[in-house]
């Protein structure tokens, strides 16, 4: 029987990431303009049919920046979930269904780096390892990896007393077996939503990163790098600051809407 | 009692492996403190002089053990670009971070458990409504944005404050206060958006619980079902998420430190990121570190003071 | 005599979806001053809908109620929240299924006990605590005064339910609504808070709607009963005409399911022993806080089980029954003691048929899954035989495509079954293969496993605390309480003749005992 009400969350949500995500999507083939082709005749020019986003201080094109900027953005996200979620899944598996001594000392330093938020540990990793893309992308992707172990183990110690794991066994299953075919599908529905909710926090931390500078470095431009940029310039040209920062609310809201979404649950 | 000391162990267990993997960390990175320090034209007996005086020819666990004795007494050695001892900088720059985080946490509660309570309490109505919608968009708002849009807002458009005109407490300190509540309120908006979420699902969680239906099934009052019965139990995960939300703030102070460019504890954590000062950074690390343990434990503590469930 | 409650033509709507959906049809009560009605349906007829209503509890936005509901004249209906404060808790009250979570975890025991008085009196707190240790003692709690003291979750379950119904009755209401007050419970606690029922409808004069899906109960308690299904009352009367005359099929299907003893065909002669255990010790290591509690959970427990017969094994929650069965399949190893059981020509049932099936599989894989890891067949050959076992079981071809949750509870049960008969074993072991389903289910899942044992010869060790069932299924009995095996022998002897004490409290709470098999 279908529900009365419609399923707003999911429908803003698209369009939401419709908006920034196609323009992210065309921005890795083409941009109206070069986004790093400097014009010093329209340094921090204003709005204008030509630059729908004006220009920035350099007088670069901030849509075509923003295009490319959020590729980049997106890019860093996507490898830092697929990095953080694939290990974390593969540690809460084992420590969740074997458990065991290795199971309690994984989980004491997982305790720790939890308490710690993640921009801070990417901060000491990034501190460690040096700034750049992938730099950021393998240190918020380590940063992220308790979190996923947690979440996946959590669900491994429950699944595994349930009935039909026993039921498994009894057919002769094998540990691998078990851990894989039986209960891996069964986290799922836990694992997509907490993708999603992972992929604002890549958004944020990465920003965050970018944003105070050991992030992502020049020529590369992410969305939290021209936001510290363009915050120098915001009392003279403000739609630089505000055009960058509302798309990065815009990408942040799309995925919070899609994960609450009424048809997930 | 017994019930704090042994969280006050546990507790130092926990930092005794947080201390050995930050110093492991730093200590097995590539570079050599002492080259960096004389520069690349140094003379090797001059290196292995300057390695000798850095104590760096020991072996690993002896560095350690020397590198945590002295930490516990307060000493972190010397910032390499500051030439001055690590705990003094830290120490000068406590008040301003440590008020800025205060702050934030007061204003945090202040906004988000009065709304969460409102908006759960007239769930379904447009009120209701409204709050939520506006709650997604500042869920939304990374902190260094919220900044400059506040900075924007109140600074250039109300002009209620110099966007950059930081005074130091010791000037004066009421003009502090005044500048400070503009950056709390920008660590502070994304967290207590967080704080009311949670907060609003577990009371309409409890809604549904059994025990609610059996109060109402002895003629209580909806307002006495709510607050009397239902508030308790919804606040406990709250409690342990406002623990997690202080360590949160230590993240966003840093960062809206740069935006308001208030010289706190977040410039010189980046500076020395930036120079490789490691001594600094490895303060900073610890002194978070404790924080965030000792927050945590206090979370702990309060949990079994409102939880009669949690055991000893 | 004046009605003390009058409800006539009650419908009930949800309207949380686009088309309205009734849960309760056209339905009529009428109960005296001081008189125990039962209402008895299986889960979804709509009983506890109508029990709410009755209590002013159901004042969802998206409901419907249409219809008159008279409690002393007043139409609660019609009553505003306020008017409806006043009888609730102080003229109608209430008890709910699952003692633990109806109870507020953060509050002491005797501020709820209070409560009611709190809102409905002026008492003095000194007065309402020597009242409330007073109510306590009335549902036969020893010591009152540590209780009062107490957080819910340091008592027991059937000490929730008794505090449950000491917080209901403390003001004296003309109405107590029980809805499945025992379900939650062990047979022993159950009958104990039946007698309390009882007792608080003789001396305070409360007159009882008591709402259980079990008749046989509902007959030790009720003078009448109602029979509901798919919201619609079936048959009302008082219980006597009820039991003895049905009009109504569906009554008598419900009265058929209740597991008749003393059956008369002759005991199976045993054979060859299939799997035994002998002096089996096993013990956990239970964490409470730092301190490591070592509780031992099967002592020196011994049995064989052979060809062709049916074990049963009785017990109450926690004895250790799950375990014992667990460690028969090497699932938990045994401290000390031998296990001989030859899997995998031993296959076991889960009671939860909810939990036993693999939620992202489909039948199909779930039931291929043994033939998988254990044998060389082929895909085709795999396939042939969980056809053969599915229509064995009742179920047609189809259902090998379907997913656990489209299948109802009864038709989980009978997949796992098939699954169990893929590698075909010589035993079975049942861990309490019926106590989640309806009665009428239970009935048709327990002639589906007797069909089994007399069609294929299987064995089956049948655990079960539903001592009514074990006698209808089994050849021969053991009782287990603590992690002892207390007594066995065959079931004659365990019915007509026990000789522990524990069998003889376990048999009169079921209310069979020696001589006394209905």
């Given at each position: 029987m279908r529900s009365k009400k419609r399923d707003f969350n999911f429908i803003l949500g698209i369009c939401l990431l419709a908006i920034t995500l196609i323009p992210a999507f065309v921005g890795l083939f083409w941009t109206p303009y070069d986004p790093e082709k400097m014009d010093y005749s329209m340094k921090l020019a204003g709005i204008s049919i030509r630059h729908i986003y004006g220009c920035d201080n350099f007088g670069r094109d901030v849509f075509s920046r923003i295009m490319s900027g959020s590729g980049i953005t997106l890019l860093i996200a996507v490898g830092t979930v697929l990095f953080g979620s694939i290990l974390g899944t593969v540690i809460g598996c084992f420590t969740g269904y074997y458990g065991g001594l290795i199971d309690e000392c994984l989980m004491r330093i997982n305790d720790v780096a939890l308490a710690f938020p993640s921009l801070l540990l990417a901060l000491v990793i990034v501190s460690l390892m040096g700034t750049g893309k992938y730099q950021v992308m393998l240190a918020l992707g380590l940063a992220f990896i308790p979190s996923y172990a947690r979440i996946v183990r959590g669900e491994y110690l429950r699944i595994k007393n349930l009935d039909y794991v026993k039921a498994a066994k009894l057919a002769g299953a094998s540990d691998m077996r078990i851990m894989f075919v039986h209960i891996l599908p069964n986290t799922k529905t836990v694992l997509f939503s907490s993708v999603l909710i992972g992929f604002n926090n890549a958004i944020l931390a990465e920003a965050g990163l970018s944003f105070l500078g050991i992030g992502v470095?020049?020529?590369?431009?992410?969305?939290?790098?021209?936001?510290?940029?363009?915050?120098?310039?915001?009392?003279?040209?403000?739609?630089?600051?505000?055009?960058?920062?509302?798309?990065?609310?815009?990408?942040?809201?799309?995925?919070?809407?899609?994960?609450?979404?009424?048809?997930?649950? | 009692m017994k019930y704090v000391l042994k969280k006050l162990l546990s507790c130092i267990i926990t930092l005794f492996i947080v201390s050995f993997l930050v110093f492991a960390a730093f200590a097995l990175i590539p570079g050599d403190p002492a080259l960096s320090k004389l520069g690349t034209n140094a003379t090797q007996a001059a290196l292995d002089a300057m390695r000798h005086k850095m104590g760096l020819d020991r072996p690993f666990l002896v560095r350690y053990f020397t590198w945590l004795f002295d930490a516990v007494r307060g000493n972190f050695g010397n910032s390499y670009s500051y030439s001055m001892p690590v705990a003094s900088l830290i120490l000068d720059k406590i008040p301003i971070t440590l008020t800025l985080m205060v702050y934030s946490m007061i204003l945090m509660v202040v906004i988000s458990v009065p709304a969460g309570v409102y908006a759960s309490y007239k769930e379904d109505t447009p009120v209701d409504r409204v709050i939520q919608i506006a709650n997604q968009i500042v869920m939304a708002i990374p902190p260094f944005f919220s900044g400059i849009l506040i900075t924007l807002f109140f600074g250039i458009v109300l002009k209620l404050f110099t966007p950059g005109g930081f005074v130091s407490l010791n000037a004066n300190p009421l003009k502090f206060l005044g500048f400070m509540f503009f950056p709390a309120l920008a660590v502070a908006l994304p967290k207590s958006a967080m704080v009311f979420n949670l907060l609003y699902t577990s009371l309409n969680g409890e809604k549904k619980k059994d025990y609610v239906r059996t109060a109402y099934s002895r003629g209580n009052r909806s307002k006495t079902v709510f607050f009397s019965h239902m508030l308790k139990n919804a606040s406990i995960p709250t409690i342990t998420f406002l623990g997690m939300a202080f360590a949160d703030m230590i993240a966003g102070s840093i960062i809206i430190e740069q935006v308001f460019g208030i010289p706190g504890l977040g410039r010189i954590l980046l500076t020395s990121i930036q120079n490789r000062d490691y001594p600094v950074v490895t303060g900073i690390i610890m002194l978070i570190a404790v924080t965030v343990i000792i927050s945590n434990m206090i979370v702990d503590i309060i949990y079994k003071i409102v939880d009669p469930r949690v055991d000893a | 005599m004046s009605k003390l409650l009058h409800v006539e033509d009650l419908n009930i709507e949800f309207h949380d979806h686009l088309i309205p959906e009734t849960v309760v049809y056209d339905f009529d009560l009428d109960m005296e001053p001081g008189e125990i009605v039962g209402l008895v349906g299986e889960s979804g007829s709509g009983k506890s809908m109508s029990a709410l209503a009755?209590?002013?509890?159901?004042?969802?936005?998206?409901?419907?109620?249409?219809?008159?509901?008279?409690?002393?004249?007043?139409?609660?209906?019609?009553?505003?929240?306020?008017?409806?404060?006043?009888?609730?808790?102080?003229?109608?009250?209430?008890?709910?299924?699952?003692?633990?979570?109806?109870?507020?975890?953060?509050?002491?025991?005797?501020?709820?006990?209070?409560?009611?008085?709190?809102i409905h009196t002026d008492m003095s707190p000194e007065e309402r605590k020597k009242r409330a240790i007073k109510a306590l003692e009335d549902v036969e709690i020893e010591d009152a005064q540590r209780v009062y003291d107490s957080y819910p979750h340091e008592l027991s379950g059937g000490m929730r339910q008794r505090v449950m119904i000491a917080a209901a009755t403390i003001g004296n209401p003309k109405l107590l609504i029980a809805d499945e007050p025992t379900t939650a419970l062990d047979v022993t606690v159950q009958s104990q808070i039946v007698e309390l029922m009882k007792k608080i409808n003789r001396e305070k004069k409360t007159a009882i709607l008591f709402i259980s899906h079990d008749l046989s109960l509902v007959s030790a308690l009720c003078e009448r009963v109602l029979v509901m299904k798919g919201g619609y009352v079936v048959e009302s009367g008082s219980v006597k005409e009820i039991f003895e005359s049905p009009k109504e099929e569906y009554t008598r299907k419900l009265i058929d399911a209740i597991p008749k003893c003393g059956s008369t065909e002759d005991l199976v002669e045993n054979g060859e022993p299939l799997a035994g255990m002998k002096d089996i010790n096993v013990s956990f290591i239970k964490r409470k806080g730092k301190n490591k509690e070592k509780v031992h959970v099967l002592k020196d427990i011994s049995l064989d089980i052979y060809e062709g017969e049916i074990l049963g094994l009785v017990g109450e929650s926690g004895c250790g029954k799950s375990t014992l069965a667990k460690t028969l399949l090497g699932l938990i190893k045994p401290d000390t003691g031998h296990v001989s059981a030859k899997f995998p020509n031993t296959q076991m049932i889960f009671q939860d048929p909810y939990g036993s099936l693999n939620p992202s599989k489909t039948v199909g894989f779930i039931m291929e899954e043994p033939l998988r890891n254990l044998t060389d067949k082929t895909p085709e050959e795999r396939y042939a035989l969980s056809k053969e076992m599915i229509e064995k079981v009742g179920l047609s071809e189809e259902f090998l495509q379907r997913y656990p949750s489209e299948l109802s509870g009864g038709q989980r049960q009978r997949v796992c079954i098939a699954t169990a008969l893929m590698l075909g074993p010589k035993l079975i072991i049942a861990d309490e293969p019926v106590s989640a389903l309806d009665v009428t289910i239970q009935a048709e899942v327990l002639k589906l496993m007797m069909k089994l044992h007399m069609e294929m010869g299987i064995s089956f060790l049948f655990i079960s605390h539903d001592l009514r069932v074990v006698h209808q299924m089994c050849d021969r009995i053991m009782v287990m309480k603590d992690g002892e095996i207390v007594e066995s022998g065959d079931r004659v002897k365990i019915y007509e003749n026990p000789s522990h004490p524990y069998t003889k409290e376990l048999l009169k709470s079921a209310g069979l005992g020696p001589g006394g098999v209905k």
């Amino acid at each position: 029987m279908r529900s009365k009400k419609r399923d707003f969350n999911f429908i803003l949500g698209i369009c939401l990431l419709a908006i920034t995500l196609i323009p992210a999507f065309v921005g890795l083939f083409w941009t109206p303009y070069d986004p790093e082709k400097m014009d010093y005749s329209m340094k921090l020019a204003g709005i204008s049919i030509r630059h729908i986003y004006g220009c920035d201080n350099f007088g670069r094109d901030v849509f075509s920046r923003i295009m490319s900027g959020s590729g980049i953005t997106l890019l860093i996200a996507v490898g830092t979930v697929l990095f953080g979620s694939i290990l974390g899944t593969v540690i809460g598996c084992f420590t969740g269904y074997y458990g065991g001594l290795i199971d309690e000392c994984l989980m004491r330093i997982n305790d720790v780096a939890l308490a710690f938020p993640s921009l801070l540990l990417a901060l000491v990793i990034v501190s460690l390892m040096g700034t750049g893309k992938y730099q950021v992308m393998l240190a918020l992707g380590l940063a992220f990896i308790p979190s996923y172990a947690r979440i996946v183990r959590g669900e491994y110690l429950r699944i595994k007393n349930l009935d039909y794991v026993k039921a498994a066994k009894l057919a002769g299953a094998s540990d691998m077996r078990i851990m894989f075919v039986h209960i891996l599908p069964n986290t799922k529905t836990v694992l997509f939503s907490s993708v999603l909710i992972g992929f604002n926090n890549a958004i944020l931390a990465e920003a965050g990163l970018s944003f105070l500078g050991i992030g992502v470095q020049p020529p590369d431009a992410s969305l939290g790098r021209m936001l510290s940029e363009a915050q120098a310039y915001m009392f003279t040209n403000p739609s630089y600051v505000l055009f960058t920062g509302c798309t990065i609310v815009m990408l942040i809201l799309g995925f919070s809407l899609l994960s609450k979404a009424k048809r997930w649950q | 009692m017994k019930y704090v000391l042994k969280k006050l162990l546990s507790c130092i267990i926990t930092l005794f492996i947080v201390s050995f993997l930050v110093f492991a960390a730093f200590a097995l990175i590539p570079g050599d403190p002492a080259l960096s320090k004389l520069g690349t034209n140094a003379t090797q007996a001059a290196l292995d002089a300057m390695r000798h005086k850095m104590g760096l020819d020991r072996p690993f666990l002896v560095r350690y053990f020397t590198w945590l004795f002295d930490a516990v007494r307060g000493n972190f050695g010397n910032s390499y670009s500051y030439s001055m001892p690590v705990a003094s900088l830290i120490l000068d720059k406590i008040p301003i971070t440590l008020t800025l985080m205060v702050y934030s946490m007061i204003l945090m509660v202040v906004i988000s458990v009065p709304a969460g309570v409102y908006a759960s309490y007239k769930e379904d109505t447009p009120v209701d409504r409204v709050i939520q919608i506006a709650n997604q968009i500042v869920m939304a708002i990374p902190p260094f944005f919220s900044g400059i849009l506040i900075t924007l807002f109140f600074g250039i458009v109300l002009k209620l404050f110099t966007p950059g005109g930081f005074v130091s407490l010791n000037a004066n300190p009421l003009k502090f206060l005044g500048f400070m509540f503009f950056p709390a309120l920008a660590v502070a908006l994304p967290k207590s958006a967080m704080v009311f979420n949670l907060l609003y699902t577990s009371l309409n969680g409890e809604k549904k619980k059994d025990y609610v239906r059996t109060a109402y099934s002895r003629g209580n009052r909806s307002k006495t079902v709510f607050f009397s019965h239902m508030l308790k139990n919804a606040s406990i995960p709250t409690i342990t998420f406002l623990g997690m939300a202080f360590a949160d703030m230590i993240a966003g102070s840093i960062i809206i430190e740069q935006v308001f460019g208030i010289p706190g504890l977040g410039r010189i954590l980046l500076t020395s990121i930036q120079n490789r000062d490691y001594p600094v950074v490895t303060g900073i690390i610890m002194l978070i570190a404790v924080t965030v343990i000792i927050s945590n434990m206090i979370v702990d503590i309060i949990y079994k003071i409102v939880d009669p469930r949690v055991d000893a | 005599m004046s009605k003390l409650l009058h409800v006539e033509d009650l419908n009930i709507e949800f309207h949380d979806h686009l088309i309205p959906e009734t849960v309760v049809y056209d339905f009529d009560l009428d109960m005296e001053p001081g008189e125990i009605v039962g209402l008895v349906g299986e889960s979804g007829s709509g009983k506890s809908m109508s029990a709410l209503a009755v209590a002013g509890l159901l004042s969802r936005h998206d409901m419907k109620k249409r219809g008159v509901i008279e409690f002393e004249g007043k139409n609660i209906l019609s009553c505003s929240r306020s008017e409806l404060r006043e009888l609730q808790g102080d003229e109608i009250c209430m008890i709910f299924q699952e003692p633990l979570t109806s109870l507020n975890p953060v509050k002491k025991i005797g501020w709820q006990v209070e409560e009611g008085l709190k809102i409905h009196t002026d008492m003095s707190p000194e007065e309402r605590k020597k009242r409330a240790i007073k109510a306590l003692e009335d549902v036969e709690i020893e010591d009152a005064q540590r209780v009062y003291d107490s957080y819910p979750h340091e008592l027991s379950g059937g000490m929730r339910q008794r505090v449950m119904i000491a917080a209901a009755t403390i003001g004296n209401p003309k109405l107590l609504i029980a809805d499945e007050p025992t379900t939650a419970l062990d047979v022993t606690v159950q009958s104990q808070i039946v007698e309390l029922m009882k007792k608080i409808n003789r001396e305070k004069k409360t007159a009882i709607l008591f709402i259980s899906h079990d008749l046989s109960l509902v007959s030790a308690l009720c003078e009448r009963v109602l029979v509901m299904k798919g919201g619609y009352v079936v048959e009302s009367g008082s219980v006597k005409e009820i039991f003895e005359s049905p009009k109504e099929e569906y009554t008598r299907k419900l009265i058929d399911a209740i597991p008749k003893c003393g059956s008369t065909e002759d005991l199976v002669e045993n054979g060859e022993p299939l799997a035994g255990m002998k002096d089996i010790n096993v013990s956990f290591i239970k964490r409470k806080g730092k301190n490591k509690e070592k509780v031992h959970v099967l002592k020196d427990i011994s049995l064989d089980i052979y060809e062709g017969e049916i074990l049963g094994l009785v017990g109450e929650s926690g004895c250790g029954k799950s375990t014992l069965a667990k460690t028969l399949l090497g699932l938990i190893k045994p401290d000390t003691g031998h296990v001989s059981a030859k899997f995998p020509n031993t296959q076991m049932i889960f009671q939860d048929p909810y939990g036993s099936l693999n939620p992202s599989k489909t039948v199909g894989f779930i039931m291929e899954e043994p033939l998988r890891n254990l044998t060389d067949k082929t895909p085709e050959e795999r396939y042939a035989l969980s056809k053969e076992m599915i229509e064995k079981v009742g179920l047609s071809e189809e259902f090998l495509q379907r997913y656990p949750s489209e299948l109802s509870g009864g038709q989980r049960q009978r997949v796992c079954i098939a699954t169990a008969l893929m590698l075909g074993p010589k035993l079975i072991i049942a861990d309490e293969p019926v106590s989640a389903l309806d009665v009428t289910i239970q009935a048709e899942v327990l002639k589906l496993m007797m069909k089994l044992h007399m069609e294929m010869g299987i064995s089956f060790l049948f655990i079960s605390h539903d001592l009514r069932v074990v006698h209808q299924m089994c050849d021969r009995i053991m009782v287990m309480k603590d992690g002892e095996i207390v007594e066995s022998g065959d079931r004659v002897k365990i019915y007509e003749n026990p000789s522990h004490p524990y069998t003889k409290e376990l048999l009169k709470s079921a209310g069979l005992g020696p001589g006394g098999v209905k």
